[in-house]
């Protein structure tokens, strides 16, 4: 990096744009924060503890909740420290890190909802087969190799992207070290390296995208065929909360990604990347949690658990 590059650090300009409203967005970012780990912490330890939801499609949802902490733990701390600091600046090395895991995340989380897809056409398709299709080890290898994919597209994007020579600005008109802006900065006419990073982010998010298209075609196809209404409502309850996730992050991320060349301004640039990549994940635990008779059910359950102990500890005190 240092020798083919005269930048050494960049300096994220994140909403430095409104120094009068950083106080405001601290606050909301932090609990945004707050509520996207709690939220997402609370859906694995539920998972955990309630043995009725060890199933193959809550193992694939605690996967996706602890992805959903660590892809926001990429980028919201940095925002809130950038928020309180005068010194917004991020080394060559540290950009390239936040860009390589942010990456990872996200495309693990893609692979994840495609592998969640086809659970769903499995329990929906094949019920009879369901246990013997989606057994522990495939379970085990679909997340594998979700995480094998988002390596790959890190390792891939990052190391491109950091080999070209940074010798302009490094003021990054973001607030976090995203391809796009960072792209911007690059030495020279960058017109075919765009292209390039577009239709290999096409490829990445279209793949899982159409592996969750044919898995929906045929699960509606088998739901319609399904003569008992509250038997339609059923099957359809089992996949709406993973297909309204689907639709949150794909749609976001296909307008950011795969789209022509500054067709957007950078202010809607950041307000799309923050639906993706901080909305989403908050919404997730919120979404699963409401939509979903079993996860409510399981939480009624723990909250019950708990009081009761506390009763029973408080009756003990009372009545040594």
Not at 1 to 21: A, C, Q, W, Y
Not at 53 to 72: A, D, G, K, Q, V
Not at 182 to 209: H, N, R
Not at 234 to 255: D, E, M, N, Q, R
């Amino acid at each position: 990096m240092r020798k083919n590059s005269s930048v050494i650090e960049f300096v994220i300009l994140g909403f430095s744009n409104r120094p009068d409203m950083s106080s405001i967005y601290f606050v909301l970012f932090l609990c945004i924060y707050i509520i996207t780990v709690l939220g997402n912490i609370l859906i694995i330890i539920i998972i955990n503890v309630d043995p009725s939801l060890h199933t193959p499609m809550y193992f694939f949802l605690r996967n996706l909740s602890f992805l959903e902490i660590c892809y926001t733990s990429v980028t919201l701390p940095k925002v809130l420290s950038n928020l309180l600091s005068e010194n917004k600046a991020i080394s060559l090395a540290g950009c390239a890190v936040q860009m390589y895991f942010f990456l990872f995340f996200g495309v693990t989380e893609c692979c994840l909802l495609a592998s969640m897809a086809y659970d769903r056409y499995s329990a929906i398709c094949k019920p009879l087969q369901y246990m013997t299709i989606m057994n522990k080890r495939v379970c085990i290898q679909l997340t594998g190799s979700s995480c094998i994919c988002g390596t790959l597209v890190a390792v891939g994007h990052t190391t491109f992207l950091f080999t070209l020579p940074f010798c302009g600005s490094n003021v990054i008109n973001h607030f976090f070290c995203e391809i796009q802006p960072v792209l911007k900065l690059v030495c020279g006419d960058t017109y075919w390296i765009e292209i390039q990073i577009s239709v290999g982010a096409a490829f990445v998010l279209m793949m899982p995208f159409m592996l969750i298209l044919v898995s929906y075609i045929c699960i509606i196809s088998t739901i319609l065929k399904i003569t008992s209404v509250e038997g339609r409502r059923k099957a359809f309850s089992t996949c709406s909360s993973h297909l309204i996730v689907v639709t949150l992050l794909y749609g976001t991320a296909l307008i950011m990604y795969v789209r022509p060349k500054s067709s957007f301004s950078p202010d809607v640039n950041k307000l799309l990347s923050l639906f993706y990549s901080v909305v989403t994940p908050i919404l997730n635990p919120i979404i699963y949690s409401l939509r979903n008779k079993e996860v409510k059910d399981a939480l009624r359950k723990l909250l019950e658990k708990k009081r009761n102990k506390k009763n029973m500890k408080v009756h003990c005190f009372l009545f040594p």
